[in-house]
């Protein structure tokens, strides 16, 4: 029987990486642990690791250098470049590549982790098929930085080096060989295979689960579960629409670690430049995905209304006419708040807020007009 799978236009390397790695994880660390036992010297090791190769992933790779999102010194880019490296995500030069093309072209042919293809696609099932060299047509600002460049010559060999064989060297001095044996297995091989996997997740879980408060139009979603799991990255749908704000969980109650790590290096002179959108453009955005919702619903009253035509029910009556007067209300409110937009006006807190409850109310009580659907009457 001949079989159609593309074996000429997978990347063996990488394959054979992702699945070594994924089942030496999930089968020798278990062995291992039952064998010699927890020690939490190996555990804050793991900890230290994930730590430092996720936020180098979330805030270098993906805020800083993909988006530019703020300015950092040296010693950050430094940081974030090495242990980004032992994330065996690929350079921050290829990673931020394929990055701007998913932003450029998301649910389209030519995102590389479209979601149309399929959840495991999105998730991994692309990076099988990930032939090099890559066009990196849209990461000149990034070739002109030689620490960028010098991490791309010199990827794998860092990752090997600080990934791989310093927490097994740690491990060492630790306890000897069973102590090398443990950091290897965990710090190294299992937290490479969590870290990728949590950012694999932003790529498909985010694009499948969770809300779109900002823009329904995109396969994005905010979801707080994958924020934690994140340093703050599950607040997708946000960052869709404004991928150049520093700030992926905008709002204060929002788990975002990597915002908040960045805002500490402001303070300590190294990172400058935080890009914010202004709050006024993010309620706008919030008020047209509203009017996108409100115009689903409307219809649905106008074809309510069409069958109940001559019903006299008083109170199906007031709902419509209540229901009228609110999208007045709200076309105002929006109308106002698109002019400063447009004008670069600041609007007051308190016109914010009244604004953003009375969208919320408008869409509360057009959901409560359910109720008075044909099929319920
Ligand atoms: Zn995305
Ligand atoms: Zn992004």
């Known amino acids: 029987m001949t079989t ?31 064998k010699f036992g927890v020690d939490p010297f190996q555990i804050a090791l793991f900890a230290f690791y994930s730590i430092a190769t996720g936020l180098s992933i979330t805030l270098g790779y993906h805020r800083l250098f993909a988006h530019r999102a ?80 010098w991490q791309h010559r010199w990827h794998r060999a860092l990752g090997f080096l600080f990934g791989i064989l310093m927490p097994t060297m740690i491990g060492m001095m630790w306890n000897g060989g069973v102590g090398a044996l443990g950091g290897f297995l965990l710090a190294g091989v299992t ?16 694009h499948t689960m969770g809300r779109r408060p900002y823009d329904s139009r995109t396969s994005a979603r905010d979801s707080f579960l994958m924020a934690i799991f994140t340093f703050g990255e599950g607040y997708h749908n ?38 914010r959108v202004p709050e006024e453009k993010i309620l706008l955005a919030e008020m047209r995905e509203t009017r ?33 007067e609110m999208t007045e209300k709200f076309a105002r409110n929006y109308s106002e708040l698109e ?8 609007v007051s807190k308190k016109n914010l807020a009244r604004w953003k409850a009375e969208a919320a109310e408008y869409l509360e009580q057009l959901s409560a007009m359910d109720q008075f659907a044909p099929a319920a009457a």
């Open 191 to 206: 937290r490479v295979v969590v870290v990728q996997h949590c950012t694999f997740f932003i790529n498909s879980l985010c």
């Open 70 to 149: 703020f300015k950092a010194k040296a010693p950050v880019k430094l940081g974030t470049l090495i242990f980004g490296a032992c994330a065996f995500e690929d350079s921050a030069l290829d990673w931020a590549s394929d990055h701007r093309m998913h932003h450029k072209h998301v649910d389209q042919e030519e995102d590389p982790y479209d979601i149309s293809k399929g959840f495991f696609w999105a998730h991994m099932g692309w990076i099988f098929f990930k032939l090099y060299p890559r066009p990196l047509a849209n990461v000149g600002d990034l070739k002109k930085d030689e620490l960028v460049m």
């Open 339 to 346: 002019d400063a937009v447009a004008e670069g006006v600041r």
């Open 238 to 275: 946000y960052h869709h629409s404004f991928q150049h704000d520093y700030r992926n969980g905008v709002k204060k109650w929002q788990w975002d670690p990597t915002k908040w790590s960045i805002w500490t290096l402001e303070k300590l002179g190294l990172a400058s430049e935080l890009r």
């Open 292 to 324: 996108r919702q409100a115009e689903l619903r409307l219809a649905k009253i106008e074809a309510a209304k069409a069958e109940r035509a001559g019903d006299p029910c008083p109170r199906w009556r007031g709902a419509v006419e209540a229901a009228h």
């Open 4 to 34: 159609r799978f593309p074996f000429d236009r997978v990347n063996w390397t990488s394959s054979i990486f992702l699945i070594v790695t994924f089942f030496t994880a999930l089968i020798g660390t278990p062995i291992y642990l039952i």
